[in-house]
């Protein structure tokens, strides 16, 4: 089954932008369409959520300097995906010219 980036923004909830910047930065593999859109197959999806499971500190909340309980909004959550895609791109192009 092949998702579209809608699917795949949805899933994880961010922004089809952000998931076409992945897909263009090499983070998800895809193929591109005629007409300019990517279809992601769903093996590559959950490679690549598994590679971000592995990788990701449970994060569900966070303690302000005066002690106060926060939760970690969506602003925080994109940002960490964000930097935790980033770091994961550096690895893969890392191996490939090491490997």
Excluded: C
Excluded at 31 to 44: C, K
Excluded at 59 to 66: E, N, P
Excluded at 69 to 97: C, E, V
Aim: hydrophobic share 30%.
């Amino acid at each position: 089954m092949n998702l579209t980036v809608t699917d795949i923004a949805k899933d994880i909830q961010v922004s089809d932008r952000t998931v076409r910047d992945w897909i263009v930065r090499g983070l998800i593999r895809a193929v591109r369409l005629p007409g300019g859109g990517y279809r992601v197959r769903q093996e590559e999806w959950e490679r690549v959520k598994q590679s971000w499971e592995d990788e990701e500190p449970e994060r569900t909340s966070g303690v302000t300097k005066t002690g106060h309980i926060m939760s970690l909004g969506p602003r925080t959550a994109n940002r960490d995906g964000f930097q935790l895609a980033q770091k994961h791109l550096t690895k893969q192009k890392d191996s490939s010219l090491n490997g």
